[in-house]
């Protein structure tokens, strides 16, 4: 069955730190969609980022990275120089096959609370 | 920009009232999803919708129906509130064309069942 575990449930940065947040995921599908969804207070989630199965390489965009390990099952997500406008809660979902009537698997979610 | 819409940010009822969250969209998404979210559970499948009239029921299905009479509104309705169904809802929509694997959210509705 698909799961998908965040380990950590809050964690807590001082501006201008790098942080990474872990993403562990179970498929036993060879074609699956991994994504990582951004909540901040007002409650509606943001897109961040859409990785296929097949596409094991790192993503860089801006502050944000993104380290795709098939072999290891996990797809963490590293903030660089942390701001405290990126305080929110972090998804990490999962979706197997493509497109049609796939649902998306959510972690439990990472609080990061960015300290000034 | 695609634009996913729920009536209420929060809402207040009684225990075994009906209750009716709605959600619209206006991208002409075939796909459109109910979650709910609740501390340390992360975000789980109610109901999922395909087209209109057409409905799958998700991890949590208990105590929840839907309805999507039209292609851009989906309602999910507690038949008889319960204090267990206090939690945040959210709608999605997605398109199902290759490459569409994104959801799109609206901003959630608060339910809390006194």
């Known amino acids: 069955a698909q799961k998908v575990t965040q380990a950590q449930t809050e964690i807590s940065v001082v501006e201008k730190e790098d942080v990474t947040l872990d993403c562990v995921y179970e498929t036993r599908d060879t074609t699956y969609y991994l994504f990582w969804y951004k909540q901040p207070p007002s409650g509606e989630l943001v897109f961040l980022i859409r990785r296929n199965s097949f596409d094991e390489q790192n993503e860089i965009s801006g502050r944000y990275s993104w380290n795709f390990q098939k072999s290891t099952s996990s797809f963490n997500f590293t903030i660089t120089a942390s701001q405290v406008v990126d305080s929110a809660v972090y998804f990490c979902?999962?979706?197997?096959?493509?497109?049609?009537?796939?649902?998306?698997?959510f972690g439990a979610g990472t609080r990061l609370a960015v300290h000034p | 920009d695609v634009k996913v819409t729920q009536s209420s940010r929060y809402l207040v009822k009684r225990t075994g009232e009906k209750v009716f969250l709605e959600c619209v969209q206006d991208m002409d998404h075939e796909n459109m999803f109910w979650y709910r979210q609740d501390p340390g559970l992360g975000l789980r499948l109610i109901y999922f919708?395909?087209?209109?009239?057409?409905?799958e029921k998700g991890d949590i299905p208990e105590g929840y129906s839907v309805s999507r009479e039209k292609k851009e509104r989906f309602s999910l309705i507690l038949e008889s509130a319960s204090t267990n169904q206090t939690s945040m809802y959210l709608c999605?929509?997605?398109?199902?064309?290759?490459?569409?694997?994104?959801?799109?959210f609206g901003s959630g509705t608060q339910l809390s069942v006194l």
């Open positions: 919708s395909y087209d209109v009239k057409m409905k």
């Open positions: 999605a929509s997605r398109g199902t064309d290759r490459g569409s694997e994104k959801l799109f």
């Open positions: 979902a999962l979706s197997e096959g493509s497109g049609g009537y796939n649902k998306l698997i």
